[in-house]
């Protein structure tokens, strides 16, 4: 499991007074960066080598911008011969899990357009980041 | 079904040089509109009666600045006692569809914090978009 | 004078009740869409010869998402050998100006990273929009 | 003169390659944070007493995805009756600022939708983020 704190912007609330339910998402990929950098040392966008087929997000409670900081923990919760699903949960301060989700990628050969086996070397990275406690699996897609 | 047309954004794309995953995402709000207003008439946000509770979607296609114009088309996927499934997808001008996903929503009362039935007069309003060719229902949450 | 209009979203919106900050920023770069077709017809982002250099924004009123839709009307207010100042407003239903400003761009080959002055061609295109009635002009920036 | 790390997202990119013109927009807004607590300590949004009336940003250099972190250095740059000039400058972490620009604030009475003056007790903590190395002062609005 990998932990990474986020800010909380205004600019992530709405005019319900909370965070708006793209906020959780923009924070994920912030914390999926740890993950994009096992496929791509460099995080070069000419190496980018994973395409994002699949998005699934529950949100279990109201974020209040008071909250000022949010951990996000992540997590590998699949790993197939060329897709990989990234799990995510956000936790307040108290420890109140409050938005949980998860995407599918694609190991993908952007210049051929197509999916490529994840190699060897990428997945003995990844296995160390599949935990049992991981607390959400995707329900749909690939 | 509802349709509603919506411009690319520069700010919609990313590095890779195709739109980014939210940006379908932010698309589907604007599209689910016509249904905010079934239940809240006016649009104020001291009336709003609906809570975000999931969020899916599927990514088929890499999506173009150049399409410039994407047809987002919504239905009502499910309607619960208390809760509404709102299902949508994303049309480039030759047909193809890009993305398709879907949100689960309460009718809530925001200000004793708890879901409350949907009233009879909305769900009349809401009953005619649910069609057989929608393409996508939600695989989890409630 | 180039007239656009834009639906607001929730997205747009934060905890203070009203349109965020950067929402009419986001309006007015989809407006200025019409004058990146003037130099980019084919809008592809291996021809983009438009790089922005300064951005100007004063707040007027606040914009309530109860609005609906925003008019933002574009012009060029100033064309240089190889700048181009765009100015933009954004109205109410009402004729109310809520948001002002304009943004300068630098006529850019991006392959050798440098300015390059605006043809001719694009010049007459670019003149038409350049009114008396402009209600923004920049006080800073090249 | 207050320093605020902020990671570049993949959010933040644009099909040009480069980070949106608006993402120093939002990384200066959390940089304001600093600031806000000055003026409201409990960041509640009942209790906000800030409003934004004019926003200026220079952009003196791309923004790579690559240089994955940014520091975000920001200034008290006018302190008047009832507003307050704010000034950041984005550093790249070899030093090189990237993007520098302000914004003008008003102290503000929501309830009432008036500027007032801004306590002596607020002044005093502000004060210090005045210093004679402030890289931007904003050229226009009040």
Not at 62 to 67: G, S, V
Not at 75 to 94: E, F, N
Not at 106 to 118: A, G, H, L, M, T
């Amino acid at each position: 499991m990998l932990s990474h704190m986020v800010n909380i912007r205004i600019f992530d609330t709405d005019m319900l007074g909370h965070c708006h339910h793209l906020a959780p998402a923009m924070w994920f990929e912030e914390a999926r960066d740890a993950i994009f950098e096992i496929f791509n040392p460099e995080m070069s966008k000419e190496k980018w080598n994973l395409i994002l087929v699949r998005l699934e997000m529950d949100y279990v409670g109201q974020i209040q911008f008071t909250e000022r900081k949010i951990e996000i923990r992540t997590w590998v919760s699949k790993l197939g011969k060329s897709s990989i699903h990234v799990s995510h949960a956000a936790y307040l301060a108290d420890g109140t899990c409050v938005a949980r989700g998860g995407v599918a990628m694609v190991y993908f050969d952007f210049k051929n357009q197509r999916p490529q086996p994840i190699p060897e070397e990428i997945r003995e990275k990844l296995i160390p980041h599949m935990d049992a406690d991981c607390p959400y699996h995707l329900s749909g897609g690939k």
